[in-house]
Each structure stands twice: as structure tokens, then as C-alpha cells.
């Protein structure tokens, strides 16, 4: 009874999986042919293959600084996702707040990051600090716009009905609000996380004697191109993992959000059919 339900399921992935893997092999394919027939000088751009032995025989040079860019990210990961969710909250329920804080956010999202990381460098000095305020500040606002944009999306009629009931701002917070936004919260979160590596290595740029982005910088200067281009692969994988387990987690706390039951509704009618 079982097993083809399994099967279909099984089926779905490599669905879903074939396509991106199949345009992942297209650049490596693109990317080869450019280093083969020369159309850039291979000390700017290297193969494949080059690139790949760099990884692989630099692993334990890689590895210690994949570790402190990983942690970078997030330890600003969680600052900006705590300190987001209290402000959004802070912003929906006080209308004074939100006129106070929305523009100043806006204020300091257009500001780039780049120009603002030496300073924390200068008063903080070359250790963790600096990379991680820079990553707050890279994922702080789709957090917050997010959870603003979830917790203003709740239907008004189930708000009155908590009320009517004798359900307290608290209580319908809780009950209703909250879980409500948690779609509008993750997807916020997922670009979050991303920009959280980015903000960690924009940090390193600046400042640091470790990490992948002190590692990218090391090899600019040195015109080391297949330890820059295994750098920047290391920091793109380092994205897109710490993306799937935010996934995943959404995954497995929003059973019942619509995005979660297409596949399985499709499923179904198509069992039926």
C-alpha cells in the first residue's frame, strides 16, 4: 500500500532535481570549453579541473576558514533573526514605533556595507565582532519586513473572532498571529541567511587573517585565480547548504501551509485520476 506513494515521492525528487544538476553541468561543460580553447588566459580563469584540485588537495588549508566564516554567519544569522522578530512585532502593535523605526531602516539598508565595515574594523579591531555586525546588518532587514509583512497578513475576521471570544493581545498573538506569519517569516529568512554569508565575507574583505573571505582577498593579491575561484565556491556551497536546512526546518514546521500541500494534492488527484 505503501510503496507507491514512495515511489512517486521518489520520483518528485528526481523531478525536481534533474533540471538544476543538468544546468549545473552545462556551465561546468561552458566553463571547460572556455579554459580548452583559450578564449581567456588561464591565469584568470581556471578549468575545472584545476579548480577542483585546489579544493581537494587545499581541503585542510580550506576547511579551518570555512569553519570561521560559517560561524560568522551564524552567529549574525541568529542576532539579526531574534533582534528582527522583536522589532517587527514592536512595529505591528505601535503605530509610533513603525513611523520611528521604518525609516531609519530604510535609511540604513541603502547604505552599503562595504563603506561602513572598515569602522567597526577601527573600533573593534581584526577578531569575530566586526564580521558579525556586518552580517547582522546584511540580514536585519528582510527579517524584519517579513515577519511585518506575515503578522499585517493575518485575515482581520479571525482577529475579531479571537477578540470576541475573550482572547487577549497576548493570547491572539500567540494562537493566531505568530503562526500565521511563519511563511511570510521564512522566506524572509532564507534570503537572510544568504546575505548573512555575504555580509561575513564583506567583513573579512575589510579585516581578518581567517576565513573564506581573507582567503578570496590572499589569492587576488597573489593572482592565485584557482585558489580565488575554490574560495568562492567553498563560500556558494556554504550558502546554499545553510539555505536547504532552513528549508528543511520550514519544511518540517509548516506541514500545513498551501506552498507544502501542492505536491501532495497533485498526488492525490492524479491517484484518483
Do not use: C
Amino acid at each position: 500500500m505503501d510503496t507507491v506513494p514512495a515511489d512517486r515521492r521518489r520520483g518528485g525528487v528526481v523531478e525536481r532535481a534533474w533540471r538544476p544538476v543538468a544546468l549545473i553541468f552545462a556551465f561546468l561543460l561552458l566553463w571547460q570549453l572556455v579554459t580548452v580553447t583559450e578564449l581567456v588566459e588561464p591565469y584568470l580563469v581556471p578549468s575545472p579541473g584545476r579548480t577542483a584540485e585546489v579544493l581537494v588537495g587545499k581541503w585542510s588549508y580550506l576547511w579551518p576558514h570555512t569553519l570561521t566564516t560559517t560561524w560568522e554567519t551564524l552567529a549574525g544569522f541568529v542576532i539579526a533573526a531574534i533582534v528582527g522578530v522583536l522589532v517587527a512585532v514592536a512595529m505591528v502593535y505601535s503605530r509610533a514605533v513603525e513611523s520611528t523605526v521604518y525609516p531609519v531602516l530604510l535609511f540604513a539598508q541603502v547604505i552599503p556595507k562595504i563603506a561602513i565595515a572598515p569602522l567597526f574594523v577601527v573600533w573593534l579591531g581584526f577578531g569575530f565582532e566586526p564580521k558579525v555586525i556586518v552580517a547582522v546588518l546584511m540580514a536585519f532587514f528582510p527579517v524584519v519586513i517579513s515577519m511585518v509583512t506575515g503578522l499585517k497578513s493575518v485575515d482581520t475576521e479571525m482577529l475579531e473572532l479571537a477578540s470576541t471570544m475573550g482572547g487577549g493581545p497576548l493570547k491572539t498573538f500567540v494562537k493566531i498571529r505568530f503562526p500565521a506569519s511563519l511563511p511570510h517569516l521564512f522566506a524572509g529568512l532564507k534570503v537572510a541567511i544568504t546575505l548573512a554569508v555575504t555580509g561575513a565575507v564583506v567583513g573579512e574583505f575589510v579585516g581578518a587573517n581567517e576565513g573564506l573571505g581573507y582567503v578570496i582577498l590572499q589569492a587576488n593579491g597573489n593572482m592565485d585565480t584557482p585558489m580565488l575561484f575554490a574560495g568562492l565556491i567553498v563560500m556558494s556551497v556554504v550558502g546554499v547548504l545553510l539555505f536547504a536546512l532552513l528549508d528543511l526546518a520550514e519544511k518540517l514546521m509548516l506541514p500545513w501551509h498551501a506552498s507544502r500541500r501542492g505536491s501532495a494534492v497533485t498526488t492525490t488527484l492524479l491517484a484518483k485520476g
